[in-house]
Structure formats: C-alpha cells, structure tokens
C-alpha cells in the first residue's frame, strides 16, 4: 500500500515585497518566496530602482503567474509601496517581506498556525537572524518612551529578550521586515500610515494594531535569514533623514500630546542633535 502524501497547505497568503536597489538579494528572495507553501500571489513594488533589481523581478514575473509587479517612477518611500502591494491583491493575509529577507519553505504556513491558534486578530513577526548568525534586536521591541530616552540612555534600547519557553512571545512591535496580518486587520487599520517616509511605520502599525484589538507578537520558533540594509547602504544621508523624521513623527503621534512644551522641545532638540552624528557614523 503507497502511504499518501500530506496535503499540501492552503494558499491564502500575498507576499509584498518593497525593493529599492535591491539586485544583490531579490534573487534569492523571490525564489524562496516561490518555492514557499502557502503564497498564493506575490507583489513586488519597486521604488525607482536603477541597478539590475527590474530586470530581475521581470524574469520572475515571466515565469510565475503570481508575481505582479508594480513600478514606481521615483520613490515614494516604503510605507506607500506596502499599501500599494496590498490593495493590488486579494489573498485573506498579508505577508510583508523586505527584499533581503530568505524565508524557508515553511515559514508562512508556521505563521499562519501561530495564527489559527490565537484567538482573534494578530501581527506576527518571526525571528530574524543575521549572515552571522546573530539575532536581529528589532524582532522583539517595546514602544517607546521619548521623555525616558532623554533622562537615561538605556531607555533606547527598545529591544526586548527572547523568551524561549514561550513559541508565541507576545510584544508591543516586531520588524517590518517580516510581518504577516489578516487582511481585515488590514483594512480596518487602514494599512501603513504614508506619512512615513522610512523607518518607525512599522512601530506606529504594531501599536494601531494593538490599538484595534490585534495580538502582536513574535513567533520564537520560526527563523528567517535578514541580509540587512543592503538598499540603506547606498544613501546613507537619505536614510538617516527619515529615520529621524520618522522618528519625531511617531513621537508627536503617540506621545507628544501627554507631555509638556517643555518636554516636546526637549525630544526635538534630542533627535535631531543626534541626526549628524548618525550620518557621521554611516559615512
């Protein structure tokens, strides 16, 4: 008697991937993404890429019915490029994957049974490992408090520890390079605030969410290879500019109305004191 085969996993997941001068992992991302169970489409939005990243793109597009491509001229920043992923598709949940992630064949079908398993809605992250092995600290992060980064500098440090006798560790945010929702959570939240240029859109989404009634947490038992900033390497001043404005606009969003003028001008000068020094570090 021939054993049977374990049936193979729904296909409900879309897959927005966001490039900009990405040519150096794209590859390898979407074949991974290809090669996953569960993707039901793919959606690669690039953001005025000008090395190899469309021709690459276009060459998996030519061989694989799901992947959809979406080109924009110029580059409108990455929380506009997420949207426009996600309305393009229909699939039930929305994986956000940064070009230089490499998921696993299973990764988004263990996420989606983290998923099933919690009761309502939910954003989940996964773990997230360097080419050296080490864990990436933006995985696991609280929200945070501005007016304590100004007293003490161990307050920015957002990073929280991996509880390994938890396989669903519930926190206040995960990255942005790997997150994966139900589209009605989606929908309801009204998708990634545009105002955001780059970098804390994925904080302020963790916490609409959370806001809404969603879990988010971080699955502990999945891991995803993150090649990180290989597009941030390239415009080192762009990138620290809208950190820093991003920065202040999650401040003013979240915190600044519970806090004196005082207090509000103090975290201005605090930020954007430290943006030359940031550029100074990159470069």
């Known amino acids: ?37 569960g993707v039901a489409q793919i959606r690669i939005v690039d953001n005025g890429s000008i090395d190899e990243t469309l021709a690459i793109v276009q060459r998996h597009a030519s061989l694989d019915p799901r992947v959809h491509f979406i ?55 996964s773990e997230l490992l360097g080419e050296d ?32 006798a938890q396989p669903l560790q519930r926190v206040d945010a995960v990255s ?9 959570l989606f929908d309801r939240i009204d998708g990634f605030d545009t105002g955001y240029r780059l970098h804390a859109e994925d904080l302020d989404l963790c916490r609409r969410a959370r806001e809404a009634g969603a879990k988010v947490a971080v699955a502990n038992d999945v891991a995803v ?8 390497r390239v415009r080192p001043l762009f990138v620290e500019w809208h950190k820093h404005r991003g ?11 519970q806090r004196t003028l005082a207090q509000r001008v103090g975290v201005w000068l605090a930020i954007w004191l430290r943006f030359p020094l940031a550029v100074l570090r990159r470069l």
């Open 71 to 125: 080109g924009n001229p110029d580059n409108p920043g990455f929380a506009v490029a997420c949207n426009q992923g996600a309305r393009d598709a229909d699939a039930p949940w929305i994986a956000f994957v940064n070009p230089d992630c490499l998921v696993e064949v299973d990764t988004l079908t263990r996420l989606r049974a983290h998923a099933d398993a919690l009761a309502g809605e939910c954003l989940l992250g």
């Open 133 to 164: 092995g080490v864990a990436d600290a933006a995985a696991r992060r609280r929200d945070p408090d501005f007016v304590a980064m100004l007293r003490t500098a161990s307050a920015r440090d957002l990073s929280l520890p991996r509880d390994a």
């Open 247 to 257: 920065l202040w606009r999650y401040f003013r969003r979240f915190e600044a109305p």
């Open 176 to 184: 942005g390079a790997l997150m994966l929702l139900p589209r009605t």
């Open 225 to 232: 290879l993150h090649v990180r900033g290989v597009s941030s």
């Open 1 to 37: 008697m021939i054993a049977s085969s374990p049936p193979t996993p729904a296909a409900d997941v879309v897959a927005v991937v966001v490039t900009h001068q990405s040519a150096s992992t794209i590859d390898a991302c979407l074949r991974r993404l290809r090669e996953a169970d």
